[in-house]
């Protein structure tokens, strides 16, 4: 039955210097507060251009990640919590600051050390300090497939735009893979935010599709839709069968089965399938348990969407729904709690890690057993958020103070 870092901040009358280290808690929430106070009455009604404060955060993440940063999850958080706000950039050229900090946590230091910045000089200094080889890795970033090593090693070889990158076979012994290449073709689509309205249509096809794969398969689309939010940055879903458990040696060929299908109506082609993993050729391809592609929702002429698809086992389905709704805030609380009672919290179970290179293994006796996602939030002594909940313009009106402050921790 088929279920459905060194930062400097200035203001307007004089230059604060902020720590090289990675910011606290108590420091991230201060600095919201004393950009309150330094714009004083026209704090509410200061504009940020909106292009502008989107492409700073996408590129601040890149540059973090490149360099192996915490904050890069920050600037990512802050991105999509803000693309809510404006789906279109073109229809909302600007936001204003009470919208900004309606939708982002004042624990987000980092992404309002951004907007200070933008706010007060129009830039961000970290982004105008970069040399033109790390500018150029940080737009390589943006390519799926594309991860840091091979960004840093294509800008190091003196390649400076992507159209340089998608007519070179290799760099530097580097391949320029066929995914590699969907990914620079299709950039601008995949950077566009996916209406709602859209995935509501796609979630009636994808349940046909899955369903002639197999009536036992089950799915839910996960991430900001499943929180009920405007648009999304791609199409999260997550597939699971009741003939598939945690220590089930196979997945009996689910994955292809799923493929097969979409490809047959049509949801996917065989040339836009962007990487598969868990085995995807020779005798391991039949226990592959994801699969990335290409899909557009909306049919011929619209954008291109990323669409990532992952097999879990229904057995642990509250943990693999809890962890894949997000968003960061509530799963940074509840995995800092459950680590404080020396336990880890996955999307396949808690309990005490056996070793942390056997996957989701967890010590005999100690994992929580849940039959729910509320299960969970008890079990750490949390108030139950449904998922419509979990978005911080929600739920920083349900957590306590000293609860929201644990996501900085």
């Not at 729904?321 to 919290?345: E, F, V």
């Amino acid at each position: 039955m088929l279920t459905k870092i060194g930062l400097l901040g200035v203001g307007p009358a004089s230059v604060r210097a902020f720590s090289t280290s990675f910011l606290t808690a108590s420091r991230r929430a201060d600095y919201a507060t004393n950009l309150r106070r330094d714009w004083g009455d026209a704090y509410s009604a200061r504009t940020i251009p909106t292009k502008l404060l989107f492409d700073s955060l996408r590129d601040l993440e890149n540059k973090h990640y490149l360099a192996n940063m915490k904050g890069a999850p920050l600037y990512c958080a802050a991105h999509r919590a803000l693309m809510s706000l404006a789906p279109d950039c073109e229809v909302k050229p600007a936001l204003t600051i009470s919208e900004i900090e309606n939708v982002l946590s004042d624990e987000n230091g980092l992404a309002w050390i951004a907007i200070r910045e933008l706010g007060d000089l129009g830039y961000c200094k970290q982004l105008a300090a970069a040399t033109e080889e790390q500018r150029a890795a940080i737009l390589f970033c943006r390519v799926h497939g594309i991860g840091r090593e091979y960004a840093k090693k294509f800008a190091a070889a003196g390649i400076r735009s992507l159209s340089e990158l998608a007519e070179a076979s290799e760099v530097d012994g580097k391949s320029i893979t066929a995914s590699m290449k969907l990914g620079i073709e299709h950039l601008d689509d995949l950077e566009k935010p996916i209406p709602r309205q859209e995935i509501v249509e796609f979630e009636q096809r994808l349940g046909g599709a899955l369903a002639h794969a197999d009536k036992g398969l089950s799915f839910e689309i996960m991430g900001s839709y499943r929180r009920g939010e405007v648009v999304s940055s791609d199409i999260d879903v997550v597939i699971w069968h009741s003939d598939f458990k945690a220590n089930g040696a196979t997945t009996h060929g689910l994955m292809d089965k799923v493929v097969a299908s979409l490809v047959d109506s049509k949801i996917l082609d065989q040339a836009k399938i962007l990487s598969g993993i868990g085995g995807v050729s020779g005798r391991h391809r039949g226990d592959r348990k994801r699969i990335i592609a290409l899909t557009r929702p909306g049919g011929r002429g619209a954008p291109w969407r990323q669409m990532d698809i992952r097999l879990y086992p229904s057995d642990s389905l509250p943990y693999t729904l809890l962890s894949n709704t997000g968003d960061d805030g509530p799963m940074k609380i509840m995995r800092t709690i459950a680590k404080r009672k020396g336990l880890t919290l996955n999307e396949y179970g808690m309990g005490r890690k056996v070793d942390s290179k056997t996957n989701h293994s967890f010590a005999t006796g100690s994992e929580i057993p849940a039959k729910s996602e509320e299960d969970i939030f008890q079990a750490l002594g949390l108030p139950y958020l449904e998922p419509a909940q979990r978005s911080y313009s929600t739920y920083s009106h349900i957590l306590p103070r000293h609860v929201l402050s644990l996501a900085a921790a």
